[in-house]
Nanobody
Framework: QVQLVESGGDLVQPGGSLRLSCAAS????????VAWYRQAPGKQRELVAR???????NYADSVKGRFTISRDNTKNTVYLEMTSLKPEDTAVYFC?????????????WGQGTQVTVSS
């Protein structure tokens, strides 16, 4: 079972940038598809970006062109680079690791990291 720890969340002004990290232990993250989800207050958790074991990427329409997901297997870490941040990006961001690349449930979750976009 892989354990995940997210970091990098912060308070940032609109138009700013952040890089979130999802560090794994207990198993090689390269064996998993990893996805970033977010949940804003009063809203359902939504998929933001996913990278499969073969590094196929997909993104939510709301973040295309602004967010980039990548993986560094030597560091057992997946990153989410976020640019041109908007207030509506404010949420708790979670990473999920799943052996099934296109699964929409299951897998292992981290505890989340808070991103707040506000002036």
């Amino acid at each position: 079972q892989v354990q995940l720890v997210e970091s990098g969340g912060d308070l940032v002004q609109p138009g700013g940038s952040l890089r979130l990290s999802c560090a794994a232990s207990g198993s090689a993250l390269s064996s998993y598809a990893v996805a970033w989800y977010r949940q804003a207050p009063g809203k359902q958790r939504e998929l933001v970006a996913r990278i499969t074991q073969s590094s196929i990427r997909n993104y939510a329409d709301s973040v295309k062109g602004r967010f980039t997901i990548s993986r560094d297997n030597t560091k057992n870490t997946v990153y989410l680079e976020m640019t041109s941040l908007k207030p509506e990006d404010t949420a708790v961001y979670f990473c999920n690791a799943n052996l099934r690349p296109w699964a929409t449930s299951g897998g292992s979750w981290g505890q989340g990291t808070q991103v707040t976009v506000s002036s």
